[in-house]
T-cell receptor, first 111, second 110 residues
């Protein structure tokens, strides 16, 4: 499968714990995006990378969130001290020419 | 600020009926508009991109800058069209991130 891969597919965590998600984009895509989707809403932009540089972060991305793309390939999104409001689907997408390919997402449930 | 509005949460039609999913946007520059579809238990997939002017699975969408709309249309709905449809906008700025509407669920009844 040469699409966008996300791991894990599901994560249940206790409030206050840290979680980390991984995204493997399509290899030749230089842009990588993270979105968050809650029930009944469309995806909301969180942050994006061009190669290894994080070029923009949404105001939705609080200080508890951090994202990296160390070698311009895969990316990780970490949430520290999780809260119940962080429960959502976290989507990754990659792009080369403005055509976006999405992963299946990681569904986070904070209990 | 850019915004995408999909006024209908649910659209239910019978098989063979015409379909129109509404999308309105606000953006001060020249946007790029997309329609994405999500079938049950599948990932978001690109359906249409206005600059390509293609017809995919019988769906078409025309960008109307005067009305700031990008409605999705299909003349004859099929049961396999049942899915969640999202309209999205890219501002064409450096980051080119997408702004999505809240989505419309299309149900095509037999």
């Amino acid at each position: 499968d040469t699409g966008v891969s996300q791991d894990p597919r599901h994560k249940i965590t206790k409030r206050g714990q840290n979680v980390t998600f991984r995204c493997d984009p399509i290899s030749e895509h230089n842009r990588l995006y993270w979105y968050r989707q809650t029930l009944g809403q469309g995806p909301e932009f969180l942050t994006y990378f061009q190669n290894e540089a994080q070029l923009e972060k949404s105001r939705l991305l609080s200080d508890r969130f951090s994202a990296e793309r160390p070698k311009g390939s895969f990316s990780t999104l970490e949430i520290q001290r999780t809260e119940q409001g962080d429960s959502a689907m976290y989507l990754c997408a990659s792009s080369l020419d403005g055509g976006y390919t999405f992963g299946s997402g990681t569904r986070l449930t904070v209990v | 600020a850019q915004r995408v509005t999909q006024p209908e949460k649910l659209l239910s039609v019978f098989k063979g009926a015409p379909v129109e999913l509404k999308c309105n946007y606000s953006y001060s520059g020249s946007p790029e508009l997309f329609w994405y579809v999500q079938y049950s238990r599948q990932r978001l997939q690109l359906l249409l991109r206005h600059i390509s002017r293609e017809s995919i699975k019988g769906f078409t969408a025309d960008l109307n800058k005067g009305e700031t709309s990008f409605h999705l249309k299909k003349p004859f709905a099929q049961e396999e069209d049942s899915a969640m449809y999202y309209c999205a906008l890219s501002g064409g700025t450096g980051r080119r991130a997408l702004t999505f509407g809240s989505g419309t669920r299309l149900q095509v009844q037999p």
